[in-house]
Structure formats: C-alpha cells, structure tokens
C-alpha cells in the first residue's frame, strides 16, 4: 500500500517540511518544502497527506527500560505499566512509545503530556479542529533525527555513531548503533554558543561532560565499542566551533551523507542544504 506522509520540523527561521510516498519498506522523498509559520495552515501541500509534528525533546521523558524475554504480545503494557510508575498525574492524560535499542531486552519507554499537542498545534498555526489533526501523529525530535539519518544516510552497522542537530536554542542528540538508536538526550545551552568564541568552547566542554556521561551509561548497558564519530548537522554551525569540537572529539566531526537516491529526482535540488531536512524526514517515515 502507497502511504504519502508530510514531516514538519520548526527550525530557526522556517517549518522544514518533507513529502515522502511509502510503497513497503521503500520511501521515495517527493518534495521539500520551506515555509513561514503564516504560510503554512491550509496550503494546498498538506492536503492528501498524513502529517507528523515534531515534538520538542523537553516535553518527551525518556527511561532506559530492561524487559528479559516479554511476551510480545503484552510488550506494550508491560512498558506503559513501567512508565506509569514514574508519573504523579493520571496515566490517560499521558501518550506512552518506546523504542527497542537491544537486543537484549533492552528498551527506551517514551511518555508525554497529551495537553502539549495543543500548545505545539497552536504553536504550528493549526487549530485541534482542523482536518489535517485529526491523523496527525507526533514524534520527539531526537528520535525523529536518528530515524532520518538510519533511513536516508550512509552509515556503518558495527560504528557508534553521535549525531547531534543544532536549532537555535536546543540541540537534540542520539546515539546510532547496529542500525538502531541506542540513546536520546537534548541540550539547552546558554549564552550565543553559535557565534562566540566563549560561549562556544564552555557549550564544548559541556557537550562533552554529557557525552560522556551517556557513554558511561551505554557501556553498563552493553554498548562496549567506543565512539567512531560525531555527526553534526543544524543551523549556523560555525567553523571555529566545528574546531572547538574536534579538540573535544578527537575521532573526528562528519557530516550526514545523505543518500540522493531516495529523492524523485536525484539531480535535483543539489544547492538545498539536506541535513537541515534531517529531522523532517525521520518524521515522515514510520
């Protein structure tokens, strides 16, 4: 069945948004679009489509579960019983997901408040009542980064990847492994980390205490391999702090290699920054 699904991811300055039509296993990217906030509710673009909202990583909490051998059939409830243990409110004002990140029974369990869907549709400029609402689904940003890089980027199964999308105020992060994300945090650095000289180096050295931290975490989980990489992709990402992050990183900072392939038209739209779509695309595939 040919499923045609629109990813919208706010950035800085414009919604990122994606067309991809989805035939089985194989997405075919139709188009990319930029809009202005105002622009955006009731265009024609949107119509006919299904439409995935990028959820902020401060609204999503994310747990390391560990679940041996589960019935898969009860999977789901075991994880939102796991989850519900951690809330103070009802469970049914909560949306629950997961992610399997191993393959030993390891999970991340997902939980947001279902009220934010208000506030990020007012946010987007659409209303609840509107149509194209009522099937949207929403996805947490540093997922949907991880999902548009293992889907439309090359990458190496056996390498532990970070990947890290810079958006103004907030940098959502996730670790890649054996073709599947094994860790998600985010960041919210102060000062202009982008532009200055100080600010940048205390985000560096901040960036590198977390990463550290989720390497820890990761090799008490099993993820034993060292880092291979970092990949970095965003907005306004300056040369002299890509150098301050390689003294931080000595394994080197890449870029995604996103694989034209994917697109309608692989010749097309060569002077379009893709990474900037990184997010948009993990939000229109399932």
């Known amino acids: 069945m040919n499923r045609t699904q629109i990813g919208i991811d706010c950035r800085a300055e414009y919604f990122y948004t994606v067309r991809v039509s ?21 265009h024609e673009y949107l119509s006919g489509s299904e439409i995935t909202f990028c959820l902020p990583d401060r609204e999503v909490m994310v747990k390391a579960l560990n679940i041996k ?5 009860d999977l789901e409830t075991i994880i939102r019983f796991e989850l519900s243990q951690s ?48 099937t949207a689904r929403y996805k947490m940003r540093a997922t949907a980064l991880a999902e548009g890089y293992l889907k439309f980027c090359q990458h190496r199964d056996g390498e532990l990847i970070g990947l890290v999308d810079f958006n103004g105020p907030t940098v959502s992060i996730c670790f890649i492994y054996q073709n599947r994300p094994v860790d998600l945090a985010y960041m919210t650095p102060a000062g202009e980390y982008l532009v200055g000289e100080t600010a940048g180096k205390n985000f560096a050295a901040d960036f590198k205490t977390l990463v550290n931290f989720r390497l820890s975490a990761l ?29 931080y990183f000595p394994v080197g900072i890449r870029s995604p290699r996103i694989i034209r392939e994917y697109f309608a038209d ?6 379009i920054p893709l990474e900037k779509y990184l997010v948009a695309l993990g939000l229109a595939v399932n």
């Open 22 to 42: 989805t035939e089985g296993d194989n997405p075919r990217v139709q188009t990319l679009a930029r809009f202005k906030k105002e622009h955006l509710k009731g």
């Open 69 to 73: 051998n589960p019935d898969l059939d």
């Open 87 to 134: 809330l103070l409110d009802d469970e049914s004002n909560f949306v629950f997901d997961y992610l399997q990140v191993g393959t030993n029974g390891r999970y991340l369990g997902l939980v947001h408040r279902r009220e934010c869907h208000k506030r990020l549709l007012s946010f987007y400029g659409f209303d609840e009542n509107d149509d194209y609402v009522k």
């Open 219 to 247: 090799a008490g989980a099993g993820v034993t391999v060292p880092l291979a990489a970092l990949v970095v992709a965003g907005d306004k990402i300056s040369e002299s702090l890509k150098t301050v992050l390689e003294k």
């Open 266 to 271: 692989p010749h097309e739209n060569t002077e």
